[in-house]
């Protein structure tokens, strides 16, 4: 699985919060594994948006789309996942 360069502005919220160590290692998981069980992936409401989300940690989430090609993934967002 690809993954796509992530925008500078999540790189920015993940260093804010201390976050970029347990993302670089969540996205190693998910490429080697996308069904990892520490991902805890999720298609998100509503479901034909076609957006889905993984655990970065127990209180963040990064949401992604899989590109046209399916084989990349393009990281949209890192959010607090109770917001």
Same mark, same amino acid.
């Given at each position: 699985?690809?993954?796509?360069?992530?925008? +500078? @502005?999540?790189?920015? #919220? %993940?260093? !804010?919060? $201390?976050? %970029?160590?347990?993302?670089?290692?969540?996205? /190693? *998981? *998910?490429?080697? $594994?996308?069904?990892? +069980?520490? %991902? $805890?992936?999720? /298609?998100?409401e509503?479901? $034909?948006?076609?957006? #889905?989300? *993984?655990?970065? @940690?127990?209180k #963040? !989430?990064? %949401? *992604?789309?899989?590109?046209?090609d399916?084989?990349?993934?393009?990281?949209?967002?890192a959010?607090?996942? #109770?917001?």
């Amino acid at each position: 699985m690809t993954i796509l360069p992530v925008h +500078p @502005d999540i790189t920015s #919220y %993940l260093t !804010r919060r $201390n976050l %970029l160590k347990k993302f670089t290692k969540q996205i /190693l *998981f *998910f490429e080697s $594994n996308p069904r990892h +069980p520490s %991902l $805890n992936v999720e /298609l998100m409401e509503p479901k $034909n948006k076609g957006i #889905y989300s *993984f655990r970065i @940690d127990r209180k #963040y !989430r990064a %949401l *992604f789309i899989f590109r046209d090609d399916a084989n990349a993934i393009e990281i949209l967002s890192a959010t607090d996942h #109770y917001q």
